[in-house]
């Protein structure tokens, strides 16, 4: 069957999205220095040092716990609003781009990704995405409940791509948990990009979980369209 359409998820497999959470982190800093009179850049460097720790709950309450700052839950709650809705700093690599723009030549090119609709709705603009994607799906629209790895977002994509046939798509993530269960089920072929840096590198799951293929870039895409023919 000819592959008509790409589905890709967005974070860490469009662009790194440490360039997302390092964005936030300088606008929550930015908020803390005002509030605590406490260095901005040393703030900063204590959410990172604790990101790259490997963490990602209760960062920022750890963050407050460090600095010896006395705080409300109404301080974190303000924390997470900054983070969540601040205007991101984040760029898509020019490869990329070039990539997308070669890809689009040949195929329809779709998005559907979870988090918050309006986080993600940022990112898209700011990596400036749309004018690339035919489709863009953002699973939180229509409820957390239809966040991956639901088959809902993957049955709209198809039919926002003219009705396509879930053999003529392939779908391209990088999270082995909920990437590419709801797309087998749906019937599309899958892709894992294995980034060395990414979040998910180091995971191994049963079968069940893990895509049809795996990819170490995301360029890397190409050989295997090749090998589909």
Known sequence: MLIRALLFD???TLY?????????????AE???????????????????????????????IALEKVKVAYEEDIIQSMVKIYREHKPEIELDKNTRSLLIKLRRIYSLGIITDGYFK????????????ELF???IYTDEYGKEYWKPNVYGYKLALRELNG??????????????????GAKKVGILTVRVINQNGEYSNVRLNKKYEADYEIKELHEIVNVLKALK
């Not at 790194?16 to 929550?28: L, M, N």
């Open 10 to 12: 967005l974070d860490d």
């Open 164 to 181: 396509l046939l879930p053999k003529e798509a392939v779908y391209i993530g990088d999270n082995p948990y909920k990437d590419f269960i």
């Open 119 to 130: 986080v993600q709705k940022k990112k898209v603009q700011a990596l400036k995405l749309e």
């Open 16 to 28: 790194d999205e440490k360039q997302f959470v390092k964005s936030g982190f300088i606008k929550v």
């Open 134 to 136: 035919d489709s863009i």
């Open 31 to 61: 908020f803390i220095e005002d509030k605590f009179k406490i260095n901005k850049k040393d703030f900063y460097k204590i959410l990172v040092d604790i990101f790259n720790s490997g963490l990602r709950g209760n960062i920022f309450n």
